[in-house]
């Protein structure tokens, strides 16, 4: 069956200009988390919805990083004013279910070079 | 924080039998421990979970002691394709211990 899918795979922007992110979880998926990766390191939570809630946008960087997920399925993580500090791997992970430890099944990311 | 510690890289040979083990201290009484696989270019893929003593699936074993300090993927006879990085993960994102982070993970390399 189809796995977690995300677009762009690439995306190269110019400092100062706004991207966004799209993640197409596994359907019927309830749970949706955002990660970002940087390289060489492991994948650090963004934030977490629970249908079309977001329940926890803590691991956010700051206010121009947001997420949507307006009708419980698709999602968008969108940066305004990108930094070249923001450079990293996007991941999205889908799980079915409400517990927190299930298994999450990701996708192979949106690499993000901010020039 | 329910943070993991595990050795950096390890290296093998193909056919071997290879261990990796993480140490997480702090973990809670809730807490799952969950090994993930990632390959370049690929967003990380489930291994095994297990709360307590052995758990074995068609890929790998884990082991976990008594007091659950620690865990110990355990990958028989691996082969080239195993090369990859390999993560520990105690918990759900918002285990009771605080976030559960993916870490650095440990870089294994299987050799002909």
């Known amino acids: 069956g189809a796995g977690v899918s995300q677009s762009p795979r690439y995306k190269v922007a110019k400092r100062g200009q706004d991207v966004a992110l799209r993640c197409d979880p596994i359907?019927?998926?309830?749970?949706l988390f955002w990660y970002q990766q940087a390289l060489g390191q492991g994948p650090e939570f963004l934030t977490y919805?629970?249908?079309?809630?977001?329940?926890?946008k803590s691991g956010l960087p700051s206010d121009r990083f947001f997420a949507e997920r307006p009708e419980g399925s698709v999602s968008t993580l969108k940066i305004q004013r990108t930094q070249q500090e923001d450079s990293a791997v996007y991941l999205c992970?889908?799980?079915?279910?409400?517990?927190?430890?299930?298994?999450?099944?990701f996708g192979p990311g949106t690499r993000l070079t901010v020039l | 924080l329910a943070k993991t510690t595990q050795p950096i890289s390890m290296d093998s040979y193909e056919g071997q039998e290879v261990n990796i083990t993480c140490s997480h201290n702090?973990?809670?009484?809730?807490?799952?421990i969950t090994w993930y696989q990632q390959f370049p270019s690929q967003g990380p893929r489930f291994i095994i979970q297990?709360?307590?003593t052995k758990v074995t699936n068609e890929v790998a074993s884990l082991f976990i002691p008594a007091d659950r300090k620690s865990s110990t993927l355990s990958l028989p006879r691996v082969s080239l394709s195993d090369t990859a990085v390999y993560y520990c993960?105690?918990?759900?994102?918002?285990?009771?211990?605080?976030?559960?982070?993916f870490g650095d993970g440990t870089t294994l390399t299987v050799k002909p």
């Open positions: 702090n973990i809670a009484t809730n807490d799952y």
């Open positions: 359907s019927g998926h309830v749970s």
């Open positions: 297990g709360y307590k």
């Open positions: 992970a889908s799980s079915l279910g409400l517990a927190t430890q299930d298994t999450q099944y």
């Open positions: 919805f629970q249908n079309e809630a977001q329940l926890d």
């Open positions: 993960l105690v918990g759900g994102y918002n285990t009771n211990a605080g976030k559960s982070t």
